[in-house]
C-alpha cells in the first residue's frame, strides 16, 4: 500500500484496508494540514453517496484552529461543501477526550471518521492519581480508538460491506525524544494499521520538505510552497 492511499482515502479505494492510521513527527512537519485534508477528502466521499445527509467526519483538536492549513495540491479544498459535513470539536484535556470518545458509542449520526490532531497534547493533561501513568493512558486512548473505528464501521446503515471508519491521529514528538518515540512506535503497533513516522530532509538537493516512513517502509515526500503541501515522490521502500 503507497502512502497516498493512506494519507488521502477518498481518492484510493485501497484505503479499506487500512482502518487506522498513527503520524508521528515534529511540530512543524504538517500534521494538522495533513490530517484536514484526509477530513476533507472523507467528507467529499460520503456527502456524495448520503447526498450530504447527516454524514460527520470528527476533527478533534485540543486549541482552535485560527489559521487555515495548508491545502494539498489537486486535493479536495476544505470549503462550504467540506467543511459542512466536518465537526472540528475543541477539547481541553485527557478526561474531556475520553469521556467524548467513550459517548459516541451512542452517537446517532452517520460518523464516517475520527481523527485526532495532537494527541501528545491531551497526555500532558493527565493526573496520574486519577487518570494512572503515561503508558498506561496512552493505551487506554488507542484502544478506545480502534474500538470506536470498530462499532462504526460495522453499522449497516452507514457503511457498505468492506468500507470502515477510519481512526487517523497525530503524535507531536521531535526526533530527538528517542525514548518517547520507542514508547508511542511500540504501543502503536498493537492499535493501528500502519504508523508513519516523519521527518525533515531535502529534497531536490536543497528544498526543505518532508518524508514520512509508514510501518512497512514504504515512503513520501513532500514540501510546501505558495501555501500548498506538495507530493514530490512515492517510492515503494523508502532506502531503495
Keep these: 500500500m503507497d502512502m497516498c492511499s493512506l ?20 511540530a512543524s512537519t504538517c500534521k494538522t494540514s495533513l490530517l484536514l485534508q484526509m477530513a476533507c477528502s472523507l467528507s467529499y466521499q460520503y456527502c456524495k453517496r448520503f447526498n450530504n445527509d447527516d454524514c460527520t467526519v470528527m ?19 476544505f470549503n462550504s461543501t467540506s467543511a459542512k459535513n466536518i465537526s472540528v470539536q475543541y477539547l481541553e484535556t485527557y478526561s474531556d477526550l475520553i469521556a467524548h470518545l467513550a ?10 471518521g475520527i ?11 493527565i493526573d496520574e492519581k486519577k487518570d494512572g ?24 446503515e452507514t ?25 508511542v512506535n511500540s504501543l502503536g503497533l498493537h492499535f493501528f494499521d500502519q504508523i508513519v513516522n516523519i521527518e525533515p530532509c531535502n529534497i531536490f538537493g536543497s528544498k526543505e520538505g518532508f ?18 503541501i506538495y507530493l514530490h515522490r512515492i517510492t515503494k521502500k523508502i532506502n531503495e
Design 133 to 156: 501513568t503515561y503508558k498506561d493512558c496512552l493505551t487506554k486512548l488507542f484502544g478506545l480508538l480502534v474500538d470506536i473505528g470498530g462499532h462504526y464501521s460495522s453499522r449497516e
Design 211 to 228: 518524508k514520512m516512513i509508514d510501518t512497512s517502509e514504504n515512503g513520501i515526500y513532500y514540501f510546501v510552497e505558495d501555501g500548498q
Design 7 to 26: 494519507m488521502f482515502p477518498a481518492s484510493y479505494p485501497e484505503m479499506k484496508e487500512c482502518k487506522s492510521l498513527l503520524m508521528i513527527g515534529g
Design 59 to 77: 476533527f478533534i483538536s485540543n486549541y482552535k484552529l485560527s489559521t487555515l492549513p495548508f491545502h494539498v495540491h489537486r486535493m479536495p479544498p
Design 115 to 125: 481523527i485526532i490532531d495532537g494527541i501528545d497534547a491531551y497526555l500532558k493533561t
Design 103 to 112: 459517548n459516541l458509542f451512542s452517537h446517532a449520526s452517520k460518523v464516517t
Design 159 to 183: 457503511f457498505e460491506i468492506g468500507d470502515t471508519c477510519p481512526v487517523m491521529c497525530s503524535f507531536d514528538c521531535e526526533i530527538e525524544n528517542v525514548n518517547e518515540r520507542t514508547l
